[in-house]
C-alpha cells in the first residue's frame, strides 16, 4: 500500500503552509493504529490541501494515496478518508474568493487565479477518477461508508444523468434503514439545485416516506427543482419551520459537515415568491403568539444569508419585527 508515496518530489510543491514535504507523513499516519494521530492527520491535511475550502498545488497528488487509502478495508474509519475526498473535490481557488481583498496587480491576480484554478480542475478531475471505488462503497451495506460515497457522488450534480440512478436504488434498497434514506435525502439537493434530479421519483418517495426528517429533505430537494413548487410541499415546509431535537439528530448523524435542517428549509423556501411569503407568514405568525423567540431570531440569521428578491434586508437587522412580504 502507498508504494508510490516516495516517487512523488513533495519538496517541490507546496500548500498552504508552504513545501508539502510533511504530506507524506501524514497520509501514513491515516493507517495508524492510534486514533488520536489519525485523527491529527486528516486535521492536519484538511488544513493544508484544504485550507478553509483553498486548494493548493499539492492537494492534486494526494488523492491517488487518498483513493487507494478509502479502498482498502484495512485502513481505519476510512470513511472519513472518503468523506474527505468529496470536500477535496468542491474546494476552490482562494484568489477567486478573495481577490478583492489582496494587494496585488490586477496582472498577478489573474496570474495567480489562472493558477489556481487549474489546481481546483486537477483535484477534482482526481477525485473523479475514484467513480468506481464510490458506487461499490454506495452499495455497502456499512452506513457510514454508503453515506460518505453518496457524499462524494453528489459534488459532481453534472454527473447527475448517470448518479442519479445509483443513488435512487440505494435509497429504494434501504426499506427500513432510515439512517441511510435520510443521508441520501439530504444529498439529492446538491443534484435538484443543478436541476439534474428527478422530480417525480421525489415526489413518489415523499408521499411514501414517513420520517419527519427523510420527508424534509425529499421537499427541500423539490422545491429547489421545481420552478413552480407544489403547494403540498411548500406547505409541509412551513409546517416543519420549527424543526425539533430529533429532526436535527438525523440531519447531524450524517458522516459530512452540514447545515442543519432549519437551513435548507428556508432555502427551499425563499427559492419562489410563493414559498418566500409563506415563509414570512408563519415567521410573523409566531411572532404575534410570542413563543420560540429564541428560534424566531435564528430563522432571522438564517434569511439575512439568502438573497430573496424584494425582501428588505433592514427588516432582518436588530430586533424581531414582523417581515413585509416580498413585492407588496
Known sequence: MLEGLDKVDWSSLEHAYGTAE?????????????????????????????????????????????????????????HLVL?????????SSF?????????????????????????????????????????????SNEHLMCRAAAYVLSRFPEEGERYWTPLRARYEAAHNDEVVRCGIAILTKEFSTGRTADIRWLAAMFEREDIPAVRIALAVSMALSDQQPRDDTLQFLTANLL???????????????????????????????????????RFNQLLVEGTHHDRLEYIQYVLRGERVEGLNRSELAGPLRPLTPPNE
Open 83 to 91: 468523506g474527505y475526498l468529496g470536500t477535496l473535490a468542491c474546494g
Open 22 to 78: 510533511d504530506v507524506p507523513g501524514l497520509i501514513r499516519a491515516l493507517i495508524s493504529p492510534s486514533p488520536d494521530e489519525r485523527r491529527g492527520a486528516l486535521d492536519d491535511l484538511c488544513g493544508n490541501l484544504w485550507h478553509q475550502g483553498s486548494i493548493f498545488e499539492a492537494t492534486s497528488y494526494a488523492v491517488p494515496f487518498l483513493i487507494e487509502l478509502a479502498a482498502s478495508d484495512k485502513t481505519p474509519d476510512r
Open 95 to 139: 484568489a477567486d474568493r478573495h481577490g478583492g481583498m489582496m494587494r496585488v496587480s490586477q496582472e498577478e491576480l489573474s496570474a495567480q487565479l489562472e493558477r489556481e484554478l487549474n489546481w481546483v480542475d486537477q483535484t477534482r478531475r482526481a477525485v473523479k477518477s475514484g467513480e468506481a471505488l464510490y458506487l461499490a462503497a454506495l452499495r
Open 243 to 281: 424543526t425539533d431535537d430529533e429532526i436535527e439528530q438525523r440531519y447531524r448523524a450524517q458522516p459530512w459537515d452540514h447545515r442543519d435542517a432549519i437551513w435548507d428549509i428556508v432555502e427551499a423556501l425563499c427559492a419562489s415568491n410563493r414559498g418566500t411569503r409563506r415563509l414570512i407568514s
